[in-house]
């Protein structure tokens, strides 16, 4: 069973830093597309970043780029997002999620981490 | 890039059906057909309901169904049930290599 396990929210002043960690079991990790969506608190979805198996290319949303990173080691199946100079705006559920059935569609996700970025 | 528009609210009684439009560009959901519908009960992650479209994931039942028609996609919901209740979510591939989703549309069984 795909398992997905996302850790590193939690309170960080605007300007600040933080890197959120997603570990996965339950499928050959490498072999799959892994993205990071956010959830603001009582708002919609927004797509942040995304990053093929062998970790060469990724995209971001454009709210995004310049600040967050994406990355992963196959070795330890797991994902990560780095996230610098934090915004209010920020402010979210963070997910992880596995590109499957096909490119671009989500059907497994974990269970989210509450990034709150305020002073 | 704005989310794809979505009605803020759809509501129908059971056993009826009712559509959830998605509109986007012909850069987004005109232009590819990754387009995807989403669940999401309060606290919980979303649910993966139709990929590609109109494709079902395994175990999803028969009454979630989508098209597309030009840069408007649309979920429909047959035989409503009061499970159905949840907020949904398009989402879109874009010509810029990234994922757009709507702002989501609430439906109430009555």
């Known amino acids: 069973e795909v398992h997905l396990l996302e850790s590193g929210g939690g309170l960080v002043q605007p300007g600040g830093s933080l890197r959120l960690s997603c570990a996965a079991s339950g499928f050959t990790f490498s072999s799959y597309v892994m993205s990071w969506v956010r959830q603001p608190p009582g708002k919609g979805l927004e797509w942040v970043s995304a990053i093929t198996g062998s970790g060469g290319i990724t995209h971001y949303a454009d709210s995004v780029r310049g600040r967050f990173t994406i990355s992963r080691d196959n070795s330890r199946n797991t994902l990560y997002l780095q996230m610098n100079s934090l915004r209010p705006e920020d402010t979210a559920v963070y997910y992880c999620?596995?590109?499957?059935?096909?490119?671009?569609?989500?059907?497994?996700w974990g269970q989210g981490t509450l990034v709150t970025v305020s002073s | 890039q704005s989310a794809l528009t979505q009605p803020a609210s759809v509501s129908g009684s059971p056993g009826q059906s009712i559509t959830i439009s998605c509109t986007g560009t012909?850069?987004?959901?005109?232009?590819?057909?990754?387009v995807s519908w989403y669940q999401q009960h309060p606290g919980k992650a979303p649910k993966l309901m139709v990929y590609?479209?109109?494709n079902r994931p395994s175990g999803v039942s028969n009454r979630f169904s989508g098209s597309k028609s030009g840069n408007t996609a649309s979920l429909t919901i047959s035989g409503l049930q009061a499970e159905d209740e949840a907020d949904y979510y398009c989402?879109?591939?874009?010509?810029?290599?990234?994922?757009?989703f709507g702002g989501g549309t609430k439906l109430t069984v009555l």
């Open positions: 989402s879109a591939y874009t010509s810029s290599n990234t994922l757009i």
């Open positions: 590609e479209v109109s």
């Open positions: 999620a596995q590109d499957q059935p096909g490119p671009w569609n989500y059907d497994c």
């Open positions: 012909s850069s987004d959901v005109g232009g590819y057909n990754y």
